[in-house]
């Protein structure tokens, strides 16, 4: 660079505060040091300029000799770190709040359920509406702990071996019915369904916020391409599945693509967006050892990647829906509805699945079939009805007479709870309304082949649970859960009072505690109940997320966790299943 002009090397203004800087320097004869941003080959990068005065050899003047380093690099990872930081914070931040409101959600959902219960005997249209508007309102904010838990990596999970493609491919119907005729969807996926580990429902929860997504980004309409690649091991990661959601629509600027991962980041108008979908995709996808990247420009679209490590588990067979139960062998059906055109369809829908219906409008006709000797081998039928007897208690006259008859009720939210409550006799099931076809072939099918009910009517003897709560308004709508349940329950407030539950000799059937007591960890109260009582059931209630059971409880007998706010219906069932009354 000998004999060139500054000039000719630097941009003009780098090159004239450089020359000015060096003035000063030999001037002064101190040394000078500086920051300078300058735009090179068009990107902008930092310098750290350092001049030096050096006397010459007469020492009468001196000479300037200067270096410069690039920081870009390092001031680009202090950004990201600084980022990742603030996260963490944030993560933390809404991690706690996300905990304390799940148990202010689960005060007001039990008592919800309770309120209902009791309301029963005077329920009109109008407040069953109230109660279901409150219920709903619940679950809303119940799923935005659950973004706020996902965002900051603690939502709970269910990793499964999944057949990603499979899964992908079968959210086509899916996303016709989310992102509307203007958008074209098409979906790609490699051959020989590779597995990975992670729980399937949020992943299809992710695929679906990226789908929606870039339906918002394309208002005009446009194609949207969903592929599944498997990705061959590179030099630093392993095998991966990639799944890229591409659309054509506006693309983002570096100014919005930076903030994208913040949680509340948003440039949809109030009310569209809620600016926790790719905090949620992010964390979830992070939490299941995977990564997410953006690839996008303004006006030329953009591209989401998620990847997945692969694994070489089998992918769990398909449980639910995808595989139609076993056929119907003819069994004899009494299907008990009031109205008119429900019971009609209801009967045509039952057949159809290769029943043999019978069908009445009332709880007296249906009397008069039973003494007439009919027999039948499940009873399905609407829960509240005028006249009486009232169908449960038609109910428990018909199992009076054959043990070994099967019930099923169909029910709307409110008189699901009456249900619940109204009865000692545990081995009721419901299904809730509205259902699809293949939901009550299901519930038909679980039920018919399930035990006799003679058989699990006698395993639901009510059952003696010490519960372990330290917040006295859940533990007090537990305790009236439980006893609506037909259980009953000994309260303790922290660990040492549960010890000396145990301690003085109480027989108990199941302990349920909460995660965080004042004087102990809830894990550590059910390892040492464990120990005093070999075998004990156990069901963790928790607001806490990520939680697993330590081995020796896992090991050790049954247990169970359910996550705050839960239900009446998940509670109970968590029950039976722990005092191993279910399969
Ligand atoms: N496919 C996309 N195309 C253009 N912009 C996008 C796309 N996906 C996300 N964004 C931008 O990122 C922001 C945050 O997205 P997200 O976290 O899903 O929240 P929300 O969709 O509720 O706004 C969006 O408001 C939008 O500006
Ligand atoms: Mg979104």
Same mark, same amino acid.
């Given at each position: 660079?000998?004999?060139?002009?500054?000039?000719?090397?630097?941009?003009?203004?780098?090159?004239?505060?450089?020359?000015?800087?060096?003035?000063?320097?030999?001037?002064?004869?101190?040394?000078?040091?500086?920051?300078?941003?300058?735009?090179?080959?068009?990107?902008?990068?930092?310098?750290? /300029?350092?001049?030096?005065?050096?006397?010459?050899?007469?020492?009468?003047?001196?000479?300037? /000799?200067?270096?410069?380093?690039?920081?870009?690099?390092?001031?680009?990872?202090?950004?990201?770190?600084?980022?990742?930081? =603030?996260?963490?914070?944030?993560?933390?931040?809404?991690?706690?709040?996300?905990?304390?409101?799940?148990?202010?959600?689960? /005060?007001? #959902?039990?008592? +919800?359920?309770?309120?209902?219960?009791?309301?029963?005997?005077?329920?009109?249209?109008?407040?069953?509406?109230?109660?279901?508007?409150?219920?709903? &309102?619940?679950?809303?904010?119940?799923?935005?702990?659950?973004?706020?838990?996902? @965002?900051?990596?603690?939502?709970?999970?269910?990793? #499964?071996?999944?057949?990603?493609?499979?899964?992908?491919?079968?959210?086509?119907?899916?996303?016709?019915?989310?992102?509307?005729?203007?958008?074209?969807?098409?979906?790609?996926?490699?051959?020989?369904?590779?597995?990975?580990?992670?729980?399937?429902?949020?992943?299809?929860?992710?695929?679906?916020?990226?789908?929606?997504?870039?339906?918002?980004?394309?208002?005009?309409?446009?194609?949207?391409?969903?592929?599944?690649?498997?990705?061959?091991?590179?030099?630093?990661?392993?095998?991966?599945?990639? %799944?890229?959601?591409?659309?054509?629509?506006?693309?983002?600027?570096?100014?919005?693509?930076?903030?994208?991962?913040?949680?509340?980041?948003?440039?949809?108008?109030?009310?569209?967006?809620?600016?926790?979908?790719?905090?949620?995709?992010? *964390?979830?996808?992070?939490?299941?050892?995977?990564?997410?990247?953006?690839?996008?420009?303004?006006?030329?679209?953009?591209?989401?990647?998620?990847?997945?490590?692969?694994?070489?588990?089998?992918?769990?067979?398909?449980?639910?829906?995808?595989?139609?139960?076993?056929?119907?062998?003819?069994?004899?059906?009494?299907?008990?509805?009031?109205?008119?055109?429900? !019971?009609?369809?209801?009967?045509?829908?039952?057949?159809?699945?290769?029943?043999?219906?019978?069908?009445?409008?009332?709880?007296?006709?249906?009397?008069?079939?039973?003494?007439?000797?009919?027999? $039948?081998?499940?009873?399905?039928?609407?829960?509240?009805?005028?006249?009486?007897?009232?169908?449960?208690?038609?109910?428990? +006259?018909?199992?009076?007479?054959?043990?070994?008859? #099967?019930?099923?009720?169909?029910?709307?939210?409110?008189?699901?709870?009456?249900?619940?409550?109204?009865? %000692?006799?545990?081995?009721?099931?419901?299904?809730?309304?509205?259902?699809? =076809?293949?939901?009550?072939?299901?519930?038909?099918?679980?039920?018919?082949? &399930?035990?006799?009910?003679?058989?699990?009517?006698?395993?639901?003897?009510?059952?003696?649970?010490?519960?372990?709560?330290?917040?006295?308004?859940?533990?007090?709508?537990?305790?009236?859960?439980?006893?609506?349940?037909?259980?009953?329950?000994?309260?303790?407030?922290?660990?040492?009072?549960?010890?000396?539950?145990?301690?003085?000799?109480?027989?108990?059937?199941?302990?349920?505690?909460?995660?965080?007591?004042?004087?102990?960890?809830?894990?550590?109260?059910?390892?040492?109940? !464990?120990?005093?009582?070999? *075998?004990?059931? /156990?069901?963790?209630?928790?607001?806490?997320?990520? $939680?697993?059971?330590?081995?020796?409880?896992?090991?050790?007998?049954?247990?169970? %966790?359910?996550? =705050?706010? @839960?239900?009446?219906?998940?509670?109970?069932?968590?029950?039976?299943?722990?005092? &191993?009354?279910?399969?």
């Amino acid at each position: 660079m000998r004999g060139r002009q500054l000039g000719d090397l630097l941009p003009r203004e780098t090159a004239e505060r450089l020359r000015g800087e060096i003035e000063t320097c030999a001037a002064t004869s101190q040394p000078i040091r500086y920051e300078q941003t300058s735009e090179l080959d068009g990107e902008e990068r930092v310098f750290e /300029v350092a001049l030096a005065p050096v006397p010459t050899a007469d020492g009468r003047s001196v000479r300037v /000799v200067g270096s410069a380093r690039d920081l870009t690099e390092r001031r680009k990872g202090e950004q990201q770190l600084r980022q990742a930081q =603030k996260m963490e914070v944030v993560g933390q931040l809404t991690g706690g709040v996300a905990h304390d409101f799940n148990n202010l959600l689960q /005060v007001v #959902k039990g008592n +919800l359920e309770l309120l209902s219960a009791e309301l029963a005997p005077v329920m009109t249209p109008a407040i069953a509406k109230r109660l279901r508007d409150a219920m709903a &309102g619940t679950d809303r904010g119940a799923k935005l702990t659950r973004q706020l838990l996902a @965002f900051s990596r603690r939502q709970p999970l269910a990793p #499964k071996p999944t057949d990603v493609g499979a899964l992908v491919a079968a959210m086509s119907d899916l996303f016709d019915r989310t992102l509307g005729e203007t958008i074209e969807v098409e979906i790609t996926r490699d051959p020989g369904g590779w597995t990975a580990l992670v729980d399937p429902a949020q992943l299809e929860n992710a695929v679906l916020n990226l789908a929606i997504n870039g339906r918002d980004a394309m208002p005009g309409g446009g194609r949207l391409a969903i592929a599944v690649r498997h990705l061959a091991a590179g030099a630093r990661e392993g095998e991966r599945i990639a %799944i890229s959601v591409t659309d054509v629509g506006c693309g983002m600027p570096q100014s919005v693509l930076s903030r994208v991962f913040e949680p509340f980041f948003s440039t949809k108008p109030e009310g569209r967006g809620t600016g926790l979908g790719l905090p949620q995709v992010q *964390g979830f996808i992070e939490q299941s050892q995977g990564r997410i990247a953006i690839e996008s420009a303004p006006g030329e679209g953009t591209t989401v990647r998620l990847f997945l490590p692969r694994s070489h588990a089998e992918a769990a067979p398909e449980a639910d829906a995808e595989a139609p139960p076993a056929p119907a062998q003819g069994e004899r059906i009494l299907l008990l509805e009031d109205d008119d055109a429900v !019971r009609s369809s209801v009967a045509d829908l039952v057949a159809s699945l290769g029943y043999d219906v019978t069908a009445v409008g009332s709880t007296r006709e249906a009397v008069a079939l039973l003494e007439s000797g009919r027999a $039948f081998d499940l009873l399905l039928s609407d829960v509240v009805m005028p006249g009486s007897p009232t169908p449960p208690d038609f109910a428990r +006259l018909a199992r009076a007479k054959s043990p070994d008859l #099967k019930v099923l009720f169909m029910s709307g939210y409110a008189e699901n709870v009456i249900v619940h409550q109204g009865r %000692i006799d545990a081995d009721v099931h419901l299904i809730q309304k509205p259902y699809r =076809k293949d939901q009550l072939a299901q519930a038909l099918r679980g039920l018919l082949e &399930g035990p006799p009910a003679s058989v699990a009517a006698e395993a639901a003897a009510p059952l003696r649970i010490l519960l372990v709560e330290d917040e006295p308004l859940i533990a007090m709508s537990l305790v009236e859960l439980l006893t609506s349940f037909g259980h009953s329950a000994t309260e303790a407030r922290n660990a040492s009072t549960a010890k000396k539950a145990i301690q003085g000799g109480e027989p108990f059937d199941l302990l349920l505690t909460d995660l965080g007591l004042p004087d102990d960890d809830g894990a550590a109260l059910a390892e040492w109940c !464990r120990r005093e009582r070999p *075998g004990l059931p /156990v069901v963790f209630s928790t607001g806490r997320d990520g $939680f697993e059971a330590p081995p020796a409880i896992a090991e050790g007998g049954r247990f169970a %966790i359910v996550t =705050k706010p @839960f239900d009446a219906a998940t509670l109970r069932d968590a029950l039976e299943a722990c005092a &191993g009354r279910r399969g």
